[in-house]
């Protein structure tokens, strides 16, 4: 069974520093790496992709890696805002996603 | 333009009842999704459909019983309606096993 779990449960930062998010999974099988972005009472809007065969994926402040090794997904937001305030989750499969919980990350003005 | 949407938004029906979800993509892809978010708020996959096939359907009650008319609508019907399906039903789709996007949701409520 696969596990997907999302380290810290919540997170509050100042404007301006860099968002640093972790993701870990339980197996190693060859499988795609996605993270959304979560806002209160609202659907889920895709952030990046990172396709089995690649290491990294960036998009403007967002930047996400995948390390099947040792099993562990890191999306980075360099100079967060307060925009950025949501929860953010990461989901590993193919057909069938297995999401984390998830990080709600406040970012103060 | 919504990519994926969902009707309703919101639903609010007694135990016992019957209801439906609708869902539409016009993205063109050939797989869709329904998932349920429950009240911690974790995401657990339901049903995913492939060109109108059902290839998943995980561990759920068969009084939920998916029906795709075509590649481009995937719609949710639950039969005698629990007070434990109250949650967040979302519907996504993908061009196979690539990015997928999220419909809006409907949050389900059952009294």
């Known amino acids: 069974k696969q596990e997907v779990t999302q380290i810290p449960a919540a997170l509050s930062v100042p404007e301006g520093e860099n968002l640093v998010l972790n993701c870990s999974f339980t197996d190693s099988a060859i499988y795609n790496l996605q993270w959304f972005r979560q806002d209160p009472g609202k659907g889920l809007t895709s952030l990046l992709l990172?396709?089995?065969?690649?290491r990294e994926q960036t998009s403007g402040r967002l930047n996400a890696s995948l390390d099947k090794s040792s099993g562990r997904s890191t999306l980075y937001i360099a100079a967060s805002q307060p925009g950025d305030s949501a929860t953010y989750l990461c989901a590993r499969g193919d057909y069938k996603l297995s999401f984390g919980a998830g990080t709600t990350v406040t970012v103060r003005a | 333009d919504t990519a994926v949407s969902q009707t309703p938004k919101y639903l609010v029906t007694q135990m016992g009842n019957d209801k439906s979800i609708k869902c539409e993509q016009n993205l063109g892809h050939d797989t869709m999704y329904w998932y349920k978010q429950d009240s911690k708020k974790f995401l657990k996959i339901m049903f995913s459909?492939?060109?109108?096939?059902?290839?998943i359907n995980e561990t759920v009650p068969n009084r939920f019983s998916p029906k795709s008319p075509d590649k481009a609508h995937l719609n949710l019907h639950i039969n005698s309606l629990e007070l434990g399906d109250s949650a967040v039903y979302f519907c996504?789709?993908?061009?196979?096993?690539?990015?997928?996007?999220f419909g809006p949701g409907t949050r389900l409520t059952v009294t």
């Open positions: 990172i396709q089995s065969s690649q």
């Open positions: 459909y492939n060109n109108k096939e059902l290839i």
């Open positions: 996504a789709s993908s061009d196979n096993m690539f990015e997928q996007y």
